[in-house]
Structures are given as structure tokens and as C-alpha cells.
């Protein structure tokens, strides 16, 4: 039986367990789930490679590191030159709606892999949007609307069902039913839905059914039809609960990945990370730690996810996103095995600056930017035994610079690290942050790079 009908048996068998009467298999038709035909499925990668035979030159292959929300303002222009992109995204985030799914719920985060899988979804149909825009769609930040909202949601009573067919409103509504049932089966922790991503939920859900974040991934790249040859990845596969922690220059232990770049105290509210209150001292670097841990002796070191090295082996280009450094990019960076692959590879290595300060780069310069890359890949400040000593040119070779940022970009620390290959793309100024590269630009640059 093919890996989703199978899948699809599953909801069905658990479609009955909650009394929720689903179709048989039998009777789904799925036109447009399979567009390429399927060489293989792999959900230990959460992959979905396809075989989509041309007769022109296969396009770019492209590795990315980024966070859930700095890269994706790129991914629709990324599409029109490649979608052979493996994005590679961290589980450790622990704000919004993603914190009080793992606090009720437990395991990893995955609110940016959510996110990124919403970017890359189809929207060449009308059904596409309706899916896409019921799987985007955030509740009221009111706690009692937002629970009204959620229960006719679930129920099937919402206009964002407006447009989704049978077949998918079944699926989608089997997994958002289990996760309602995951959490009523906790009555001494009560959720909160306000601000909830209905995406987030169905996530969590089909990640607990399948007791699998790979598998998880899977079902969401089908239902939200991302590109075939697309991968997103989590840099660690994991079903248990992530946190990241960071160590100062003056020894201060700071946990979790909110109150690292942008400490809300508890409150919703909207995130401006350039303006958060400032550290009391230059981060030196982010490491992982035990869910009750609070200092430099709960440091653990989680493997990363495999698939993520076999693409690092064969990629084109290597992509450093623009976004939060330490706790968007640097946490897939300080993993084993990482340093190792890109520092023995010869291919293209592309840092994308930031146009703008943050909380977690302030006072930073271009090459500022590059050390802590450089140190991450090397796990430089960790453990001794696992250090590497690789100069900065041996994971970035290639530098690019939003017009009118505001990072300096001192051109000649950048050629001493052995960077002398900087390019400025053209930017645009948005009123919440601040300088961003123009997309159109900034794609049209890789592409260049890349022929």
C-alpha cells in the first residue's frame, strides 16, 4: 500500500475511535495531491521527493538556515528560480501559541515549521487557498472569543471551511478533533486558545497521533501541497520538548529562546525585536539544555536530524537566512556534524545580513556576524573535545548586504576572515522592520551566483 494510503487508513481507523465517521479509503479522491509522480517517501526525513523528468538542466539546489518568519518574506520569489530547496529550521522556539501547546502538550516547537510550510504551500487553485488560508488562520487574542472561534472551527461550522472539499475537510478536521481530545484528556492544565494558530494545532495534533514530527511534517506538506522537491526539515527530529539556552560574555545563563530575543513577560502581544530591552552582555553562545535545567551543567547535546547532513553533502548552495542570529540560525549551526560537512564542502556559502539591529546583535558589525557563524559551526565556546578550528572562509564565502542597512559592513576585518566577495542587493524599508532586502533583488542575485 502506497505511504499515504496508508496514512490515510490510519485517520480513517482514528476517525472511528472519536466517533467522527470518515470515509473509507476507498472513497477519498485526492486529484491534485500527487503532482509529480512519487520516487520516494522517507518520514525519517519528512521529505517528499519526486522524480519530475525534464529535458532542460535540473535547477539549483539550495540548503537554507533560517528561523520561521525572517526567510519567508523570499520564498514565493525563491520558487521562480528553484524549488529544489531543503529548508533546514530549529524546534526550540518556545513564544506565542507554539509555548502553551509544549507546555500543555509537550514536545518540540513547531511554529516555524508551520510557518514555513504555510509559505510554501499552493495557492494556484481556489481549494489551495481555502486550505491554506484555514491552516494560516490565528485566533482571537480574547481568550472567550478565541475558544468560540475554536470550537466551530472544529466542529466544522466556521465560513474557513468555505471551499475545502470532502476529502480534505475530513483530514484536516480528524487531526484538529485528536488535538481538542489530547487536551481534554489534561483537565489540571487548562489551554488558553487566544492568538492559537489553527495550523499549530492540527500540527500537534498528527504529530501526537503518529507519535513522529517527521511524519507530522509529511501529512502537512500533502495537505498544504508543497512543491515536490521541497524539503522542510527539522534540524533535529525529535517528539520531545527542546530548550534553548544561551551563555553571555559575562557567564550570564539565560534559558529559553523567547526570553533570549524577545522577552514578552507572559503577555500576547506583538513582537518587535528591535526595540526589546537590551542584554546586559554580548551573547557568546546558544546551546541546548535539559527541559528543567538552568545552567551550564543541564547542557545536552541532541543529534541532528540525518537528512539534513545527507543534503549538506549535496547541495549547490548553502544559505545562512537573514533573521534572528542566535536563536534562529546559530541553533541548527552548533549541532555535531554540521561544522564538518560545510567546512569540507566547496560550494557556494551565502550569508544573508540583516538589514536592521535586534536585541541579539546590537552594536554588531558585517563581520561581527560572520564570527558568530563561524564560531557556532566550530562550537568554539563549548565543549573542548568537540571543537573544531576551521578559519570563517571555510563556511561563508559569499556576502550579501541590503542597500542602506544598518549594519556596518567593515569590508576589510570581511577580507581578512577570507570573505572578499561582498555584493550590496537592492532594499526595501518596512515600517515595522526596518531595512529588508527587496525580494525580486535578492533572488535575482542567487541566481547569479548560482549559473
Same mark, same amino acid.
Given at each position: 500500500?502506497?505511504?499515504?494510503?496508508?496514512?490515510?487508513?490510519?485517520?480513517?481507523?482514528?476517525?472511528?475511535?472519536?466517533?467522527?465517521?470518515?470515509?473509507?479509503?476507498?472513497?477519498?479522491?485526492?486529484?491534485? $495531491?500527487?503532482?509529480?509522480?512519487?520516487?520516494?517517501?522517507?518520514?525519517?526525513?519528512?521529505s517528499v521527493s519526486a522524480e519530475c523528468h525534464s529535458s532542460?538542466?535540473?535547477?539549483p539546489s539550495l540548503l537554507v538556515f533560517s528561523g520561521g518568519t525572517g526567510f519567508?518574506?523570499?520564498?514565493?520569489?525563491?520558487?521562480?528560480?528553484?524549488?529544489?530547496?531543503?529548508?533546514?529550521? =530549529?524546534?526550540?522556539?518556545?513564544g506565542g501559541s507554539t509555548a502553551e501547546i509544549v507546555r500543555v502538550l509537550g514536545? &518540540?516547537?513547531?511554529?516555524?515549521?508551520?510557518?514555513? *510550510? $504555510?509559505? $510554501?504551500?499552493?495557492?494556484?487553485?481556489?481549494e489551495a487557498l481555502a486550505v491554506r488560508r484555514l491552516l494560516g488562520h490565528r485566533l482571537p487574542i480574547d481568550a472567550h472569543n478565541a475558544k468560540k472561534d475554536w470550537y466551530d472551527i472544529v466542529e466544522g461550522n466556521h465560513s474557513l471551511w468555505d471551499g475545502v472539499s470532502r476529502p480534505y475537510r475530513e483530514t484536516i478536521r480528524a487531526f484538529l478533533i485528536y488535538f481538542q481530545n489530547e487536551i481534554l484528556r489534561r483537565p489540571n492544565d487548562s489551554f488558553c486558545f487566544a492568538n492559537g494558530s489553527i495550523g499549530n494545532f492540527f500540527f500537534a495534533g498528527a504529530r501526537i497521533f503518529f507519535q513522529s514530527l517527521d511524519a507530522a511534517i509529511f501529512l502537512f506538506s500533502r495537505v498544504s501541497e508543497i512543491p515536490c522537491d521541497s524539503l522542510v526539515l527539522p534540524v533535529i527530529s525529535t517528539n520531545d520538548r527542546l530548550t534553548l539556552g544561551c551563555e553571555l560574555q559575562d557567564g550570564t545563563i539565560i534559558r529559553?529562546?523567547?526570553?533570549?530575543?524577545?522577552?514578552?513577560?507572559?503577555?500576547i502581544q506583538t513582537v518587535d525585536k528591535r526595540h526589546s530591552s537590551t542584554l546586559p552582555s554580548?551573547?557568546?553562545?546558544v546551546f541546548y539544555m535539559s527541559s528543567e535545567g538552568n545552567n551550564l551543567l543541564h547542557?545536552?547535546?541532541?543529534?541532528?536530524?540525518?537528512?539534513?547532513?545527507?543534503?549538506?553533502?549535496?547541495?549547490? *548552495?548553502?544559505?545562512?537566512?537573514?533573521?534572528?542570529?542566535?536563536?534562529?540560525?546559530? =541553533?541548527?549551526?552548533?549541532?555535531?556534524?554540521?561544522?564538518?560537512?560545510?567546512?569540507?564542502?566547496?560550494?557556494?556559502?551565502?550569508? $544573508?545580513?540583516?538589514?536592521?539591529?535586534? #536585541?541579539?546583535t546590537s552594536g554588531f558589525t558585517a563581520s561581527c556576524f560572520v564570527t558568530a557563524i563561524a564560531d557556532a559551526l566550530n #562550537?568554539?565556546?563549548?565543549?573542548?573535545?568537540?571543537?573544531?578550528?576551521? &578559519?570563517?572562509?571555510?563556511?561563508?564565502?559569499?556576502?550579501?548586504? &541590503?542597500?542602506?542597512?544598518?549594519?556596518?559592513?567593515?569590508?576589510?576585518?570581511?577580507?581578512?576572515?577570507?570573505?572578499?566577495?561582498? #555584493?550590496?542587493?537592492?532594499?526595501?524599508?518596512? =515600517?515595522?522592520?526596518?531595512?529588508?532586502?527587496?525580494p525580486s533583488s535578492l533572488i535575482n542575485t542567487l541566481a547569479s551566483l548560482l549559473e
Open positions: 500500500m502506497p505511504l499515504f494510503s496508508s496514512v490515510m487508513a490510519e485517520i480513517c481507523f482514528f476517525g472511528g475511535l472519536v466517533h467522527y465517521k470518515a470515509p473509507s479509503p476507498s472513497s477519498l479522491h485526492y486529484p491534485s $495531491l500527487f503532482r509529480c509522480k512519487p520516487h520516494h517517501y522517507s518520514l525519517m526525513s519528512a532542460t538542466v535540473d535547477p519567508n518574506g523570499v520564498v514565493e520569489e525563491l520558487k521562480k528560480i528553484t524549488t529544489r530547496v531543503a529548508h533546514v529550521l =530549529p524546534v526550540s522556539d518556545d514536545g &518540540p516547537a513547531v511554529g516555524d515549521i508551520r510557518s514555513r *510550510c $504555510l509559505r $510554501l504551500s499552493d495557492e494556484s487553485t481556489s529559553g529562546q523567547n526570553e533570549i530575543s524577545h522577552p514578552t513577560n507572559g503577555t554580548k551573547i557568546k553562545r547542557e545536552v547535546f541532541p543529534p541532528v536530524n540525518p537528512t539534513v547532513l545527507e543534503q549538506l553533502k549535496s547541495v549547490d *548552495c548553502i544559505v545562512y537566512a537573514m533573521g534572528s542570529l542566535f536563536t534562529s540560525v546559530c =541553533p541548527s549551526l552548533v549541532l555535531l556534524g554540521v561544522g564538518e560537512i560545510i567546512s569540507s564542502r566547496s560550494c557556494l556559502k551565502v550569508l $544573508l545580513l540583516n538589514g536592521s539591529q535586534d #536585541r541579539e #562550537r568554539t565556546h563549548g565543549d573542548p573535545n568537540i571543537r573544531l578550528k576551521n &578559519p570563517p572562509g571555510y563556511y561563508i564565502n559569499t556576502l550579501l548586504v &541590503p542597500k542602506d542597512g544598518d549594519i556596518a559592513v567593515d569590508l576589510k576585518q570581511l577580507s581578512e576572515q577570507g570573505i572578499s566577495d561582498v #555584493r550590496v542587493v537592492e532594499s526595501v524599508r518596512d =515600517p515595522k522592520h526596518g531595512v529588508l532586502f527587496n
